[in-house]
């Protein structure tokens, strides 16, 4: 046994142990480092799906470290072994990590290549249904959607069809005319007009769809939670609970705000009885929610967890819905800090957006923080859509309030609030209003950041940390690119990661995807997939976006028929 799987296996509880022999075999793999694949609930959720069934065996696998061997954690087998190879994607830039844990376990990288039937490669995960064009060169097929809702249903074509075929392409023939959520990207092509924009993308087999549909859980039965706790990751101390999927406040660069509508909910009974085992384990909750304050009742869940003298934690919530009430859970609870996220400096900006969120809404959460004693993180967005010079200098005013204000509550009394903030770049995605926007030239945000670093230091009082407009740029390549970008990806991997390199050696030059502004008639990478938002919604508010104007927040009722989903799925 390696010493990086010794570790691992030594620090897990809650791990499933099955043999091998007569089941179907999957290796999970999350194309990142442990610590970070096993902090992922979403990873957690395929892992116990599909060793709940007695007919599969799912054993894990991560990049593991250079000096360390690639195998899985629980048996240490090698990953060419498996029946199955499924890689559980949630960001772009692990996808570079794709290839070389492929080249690590000696499979080829390229599809075409594989001319095995078995271990077939596949992809799933959000970053997947959102655009899985980019890694269309590499997997068999992407399972689109939320595994709760296409993984068993999948697994059951895998395992009936098992030493069926004689040749691939019929065995995926099959598997994609029995699962709506298939994308097998071989059974597509794509051709261009002349100035590179996509002229049509259409199946190349009679009995493809035309459409991939994205499956949704709807209504989540099951509350998700992280079956596996270890001290080898960023949560070690907690057990993540998922308290609601998907977001209805509609901010318009948001991919969640979009992709998982409509917004759903636990009951809140369910997940006070949820919350109770996981106290009892470990005494520390971690509440995952695109929007805490919009779960049902959870001000009675953040009080019954205080009365049972547990802990809790939250990423983030709407300044709006801040109350001294809620402040005072958290400290019960331990946190000190609370993150707010005005994303803009600038009500019009805001309002583009549409974050919902006046000024003085912040300012007013801002003193309930400082009161509470509690320390302030604070999120925004340079490069957003419309944004001028104006804009950016709101974000230093802002910060002067804020600061001001934080003073003010302390000064008296000899405290010193920290304040942090952190500032990065937007970067487009799919199926948002946003989604025909470009990314803001690398060498302007560079002038943004240099600017606010300087007056933001001068001022002081605020932590500032920015992100790096390079990595911003190939997020964006990869995030609105189509299966052209797949052979930069190639490149990227052969120069060892060197992106710089490997965009120099394109044949076709990158800005066309990044700095691009599209044009709502054109034909997007990601249009045969089916999300249930008409594309007529979202140019709809692109336009009120650029007029500075807000829309209604998602309330997700069978009736509605505003946006397209809650007419084309059944509640």
């Known amino acids: 046994m390696n010493k990086q799987r010794r570790s691992f296996k030594q620090k897990e509880v809650g791990v499933s142990h099955k043999k091998r022999k007569n089941r179907f075999s999957v290796a999970l793999v999350y194309p990142n480092v442990y610590h970070i694949g096993m902090s992922n609930l979403g990873f957690q959720i395929v892992y116990d799906l599909l060793n709940r069934r007695d007919d599969v065996v799912a054993e894990r696998f991560f990049l593991p470290s250079e000096d360390e061997p690639l195998c899985s954690v629980e048996s240490g087998a090698r990953l060419a072994d498996f029946d199955l190879i499924a890689f559980s994607i949630s960001f772009e830039n692990d996808y570079i990590n794709v290839l070389k844990i492929l080249e690590l376990a000696d499979v080829p990288v390229l599809a075409e290549e594989r001319q095995k039937i078995y271990p077939l490669v596949i992809a799933g995960g959000v970053a997947t249904f959102l655009n899985p064009e980019p890694l269309a060169l590499f997997f068999d097929l992407f399972l689109l959607g939320e595994a709760e809702q296409n993984l068993n249903n999948l697994m059951d074509i895998l395992i009936d069809s098992y030493g069926r075929f004689s040749n691939k392409e019929e065995l995926l023939f099959f598997i994609a005319t029995n699962e709506p959520s298939v994308y097998v990207p ?209 974000i230093l005013r802002l910060l002067k309030l804020i600061k001001h204000c934080v003073v003010k509550e302390g000064a008296p009394k000899g405290r010193v609030i920290n304040i942090k903030a952190n500032i990065s770049c937007f970067v487009p995605k799919p199926f948002t209003p946003f989604q025909w926007v470009n990314m803001e030239e690398v060498e302007e945000l560079k002038k943004k950041q240099k600017w606010l670093s300087k007056k933001i230091g001068k001022e002081g009082g605020i932590r500032v940390s920015f992100d790096v407009p390079k990595w911003a740029y190939i997020q964006t390549l990869l995030s609105v690119g189509d299966r052209r970008v797949s052979h930069m990806l190639l490149l990227a991997h052969k120069f060892n990661g060197n992106w710089k390199k490997a965009l120099r050696y394109s044949e076709i030059n990158p800005d066309f995807f990044v700095y691009r502004q599209k044009d709502t008639s054109e034909i997007l990478p990601w249009n045969f997939i089916e999300s249930g938002i008409r594309k007529e919604f979202l140019s709809q508010e692109y336009k009120k976006a650029l007029s500075s104007e807000e829309s209604e927040i998602c309330t997700s009722h069978p009736g509605c028929k505003k946006c397209g989903v809650c007419s084309l799925l059944s509640f």
Request: net charge positive; with cysteine; charged share 30%.
């Open 186 to 394: 071989s059974f597509y092509r794509t051709e261009y007009n002349k100035d590179g924009t996509i002229s049509s993308f259409y199946p190349v087999r009679e009995g493809i769809r035309e459409k991939i549909l994205i499956a949704k859980k709807i209504p989540l039965d099951d509350i998700a939670y992280s079956k596996i706790i270890s001290s080898e990751t960023e949560f070690s101390d907690r057990i993540l609970i998922e308290m609601a999927r998907g977001c209805g406040r509609s901010c318009r660069f948001c991919a969640a705000g979009y992709i998982y509508r409509p917004p759903r909910y636990h009951d809140p009974a369910d997940l006070t009885e949820v919350i109770q085992k996981a106290l009892d384990k470990k005494g520390h909750v971690g509440l995952l929610s695109a929007s805490i304050s919009d779960v049902p009742s959870i001000d009675k869940i953040l009080s019954f967890i205080c009365e049972k003298k547990g802990k809790f934690s939250i990423s983030s919530i709407r300044a709006d819905a801040i109350t001294p009430q809620f402040l005072d859970y958290m400290k019960k609870a331990g946190q000190k800090q609370v993150t707010i996220a005005p994303e803009a400096g600038s009500e019009r900006l805001r309002k583009v957006i549409n974050k919902h969120l006046r000024e003085d809404k912040i300012l007013e959460a801002v003193q309930l923080i400082a009161k509470a004693e509690l320390s302030l993180k604070l999120y925004f967005i340079i490069g957003l859509p419309t944004e001028e010079w104006e804009d950016v200098e709101q």
